[in-house]
């Protein structure tokens, strides 16, 4: 199963910006998409999931991202508002199901967020 994250960019402090993620292959079902980031020089951190329709996310970007996804297109977006430069980092989407050789765990390849004036 291979996942495509597009969407990153630069953005001013206190813009906006949509992250998408399509995962292609022998799916038979999701379980979990999700989405992580790493910034410079520190270690990998969850943002955001979604299962079974229910959401969570970190503490710091709560109230202002939002994930959703789209099961009929194997999507999953993460909609980024308010961004302060903190939010800078590489952004990869993650998703855990079942394919046509067993359970997976894949990730995206990560698309870059850059929040700078």
């Known amino acids: 199963v291979q996942l495509q994250a597009s969407g990153g960019g630069l953005v001013q402090p206190g813009g906006s910006l949509r992250l998408s993620c399509a995962a292609s292959?022998?799916?038979?079902?999701?379980?979990?998409m999700g989405w992580y980031r790493q910034a410079p020089g520190k270690e990998r951190e969850w943002v955001a999931t979604?299962?079974?329709?229910?959401?969570n996310y970190a503490d710091s970007v709560k109230g202002r991202f939002t994930i959703s996804n789209d099961n009929a297109k194997n999507m999953v977006y993460l909609q980024m508002n308010s961004l302060k430069p903190e939010d800078t980092a590489v952004y990869y989407c993650n998703v855990r199901g079942l394919g046509s050789k067993g359970p997976f765990g894949s990730w995206g390849q990560g698309t870059q967020v850059t929040v700078s004036s």
């Open positions: 979604t299962s079974g329709g229910n959401t």
């Open positions: 292959g022998s799916i038979f079902s999701i379980n979990v």
